[in-house]
C-alpha cells in the first residue's frame, strides 16, 4: 500500500476520522489534550502575530478544529486536507460558514506561488512522503515575509521517557550502522527527528522564529502505553513543573512530546 493510500485510509470515517474529529473536543487522555494545547498555541499565535486582514491556510485542516476559531473572529481562512472523509466533517462543524475547502496534500498544494500571509500546518508533515518536499511547497505558497506554523511528533520522547526502549534502541543502534542496507525506512505518521526538520526547514528557505515543545505523553513501558489517564496527567503536570523551576530549555525540547515550529518566510 503506497504512502497516500496509508494516510487515505488511517483518515477515512471507516477507520480513525472520527477518533481526529473527536480528539478537539471531550476526549478525556493525554494525546487529547497536548492536541488541543497545541490547537489553543497556534490559535493565539495567529490571533496575536498574524495581522487581521491576512489570509491564512490551515494545511492538514481535520475536522476544523483551527478553522473554527479563527473565522469566528473574522480571519480569512481557507481550509486543505488529503482526506475527503475529513474535509466532510470540517463541513459540518463549520456549517454555512464561508470557508473554503479544497483537497490536495502538502507536497502538491493547489495555490499559486506567493499566495497566502499563514500556513498554519499541524501534525502533517509527518504523513508527507518527504518532509524536504513539504518544506519547500510552504515556502513557495507563503508571500515574503510570511508566517508557517508546523508541528510534529517528537522521536527522541518516547525513547527517552521509556527506559527499556532507550537501551533497546542504544543496543540496536551500532548494528543498524554495520549493516545499513538494513535500515527502516520512516512509517507514515512516524515521530521525526527535530534537528532533521529544522534541517529541512532551513534548506527550504524558512527561518525558525520560535519553538515551543507541548506536553511529555502517555505513560509508556517497553513502547506499550501503561497509562494516559489520570496517572498520566499527573506526570505530565510534574514534569511541567520541573521544567518551569529547572527552565533547561534544550532537555525540555527533547523530552517534549510535540514540537510546535513557528518559521518566517524572510525576505533576502
Not at 472520527?18 to 492536541?35: H, L, P, Q, R, S
Not at 486536507?81 to 470557508?99: C, F, I, P, T
Not at 507536497?107 to 508533515?125: A, F, H, Q, R
Not at 532537555?251 to 517534549?256: D, G, K, P
Request: with cysteine; charged share 25%; net charge positive.
Amino acid at each position: 500500500m503506497s504512502w497516500k493510500q496509508q494516510a487515505q485510509e488511517r483518515f477515512s470515517v471507516a477507520k480513525d476520522a472520527n477518533k481526529w474529529a473527536d480528539i478537539y473536543k471531550d476526549a478525556a487522555g493525554v494525546e487529547a489534550a497536548m492536541f488541543r494545547k497545541r490547537r489553543d498555541f497556534t490559535v493565539r499565535y495567529v490571533l496575536g502575530e498574524i495581522p487581521k486582514n491576512a489570509c491564512v491556510l490551515d494545511l492538514g485542516c481535520g475536522a476544523g478544529p483551527v478553522l473554527e476559531p479563527l473565522h469566528q473572529a473574522g480571519i480569512t481562512c481557507l481550509g486543505m486536507d488529503y482526506s475527503m472523509d475529513m474535509l466532510s466533517l470540517a463541513r459540518k462543524n463549520l456549517g454555512a460558514a464561508e470557508v473554503p475547502l479544497i483537497q490536495g496534500e502538502c507536497e502538491k498544494i493547489p495555490l499559486p506561488d506567493n499566495s497566502v500571509d499563514c500556513i498554519v500546518c499541524l501534525g502533517v508533515i509527518s504523513y508527507a512522503f518527504s518532509v524536504d518536499g513539504a518544506m519547500r511547497e510552504l515556502k513557495r505558497v507563503l508571500k515574503d515575509g510570511g508566517v508557517a506554523i508546523v508541528s510534529y511528533r517528537n522521536r527522541y520522547n518516547e525513547m527517552l521517557l521509556d527506559p527499556p526502549k532507550l537501551v533497546s534502541s542504544a543496543l540496536k543502534k551500532p548494528v543498524r550502522w554495520l549493516r545499513s542496507k538494513d535500515r527502516e525506512t520512516t512509517a507514515i505518521g512516524s515521530a521525526l527527528d527535530p534537528a532533521s526538520v529544522l534541517r529541512s526547514a532551513k534548506d527550504s528557505g524558512l527561518h525558525l522564529v520560535h519553538r515551543q515543545p507541548i506536553g511529555f505523553g502517555a505513560i509508556r513501558l517497553n513502547g506499550k502505553v501503561v497509562s494516559d489517564g489520570r496517572l498520566a496527567h499527573a506526570y505530565n503536570r510534574f514534569l511541567d513543573g520541573l521544567f518551569r523551576v529547572i527552565p533547561i530549555r534544550a532537555l525540555h525540547r527533547l523530552c517534549a512530546d510535540v514540537h510546535v515550529l513557528v518559521l518566517k518566510n524572510a525576505v533576502p
